[in-house]
């Protein structure tokens, strides 16, 4: 996959995990698009370094969405707890 198709994966990521856990973030809905798009990076890289699952050159291979929906939720959950309460409600 080219570096288009991995940011396009992650903004569509990010959109999912937030589905997932809604809620305000400290962020708002760049921070979210942004955690995304890093978030398809961690998980496609913890995916083919430590699970031994390569990522494929294929945009819709399910293993390649769950590793990055799956990075996305980590890292939203990460910004989550350390800079959550960093504004008041």
């Known amino acids: ?3 288009v198709s991995w940011i ?3 903004l569509l990521a990010g959109v999912v995990a937030k589905v997932l856990l809604p809620g305000r ?3 708002g809905l760049i921070g ?11 998980g496609g890289w913890i ?3 430590f699970l031994d699952r ?3 050159n294929e945009f819709y291979d399910g293993a ?6 799956g990075g996305s939720l980590v890292l939203l959950i990460v910004y989550r707890v350390l800079f959550g309460h960093s504004r008041e409600r």
């Open 64 to 69: 390649t969405w769950l590793a990055a929906i």
């Open 54 to 56: 390569p990522i494929t």
């Open 1 to 3: 996959m080219s570096i």
């Open 25 to 27: 973030d400290p962020g």
């Open 32 to 42: 979210t698009t942004l955690i995304g798009v890093a978030g398809a990076f961690v």
């Open 8 to 10: 396009v994966l992650g």
């Open 47 to 49: 995916s083919a370094r």
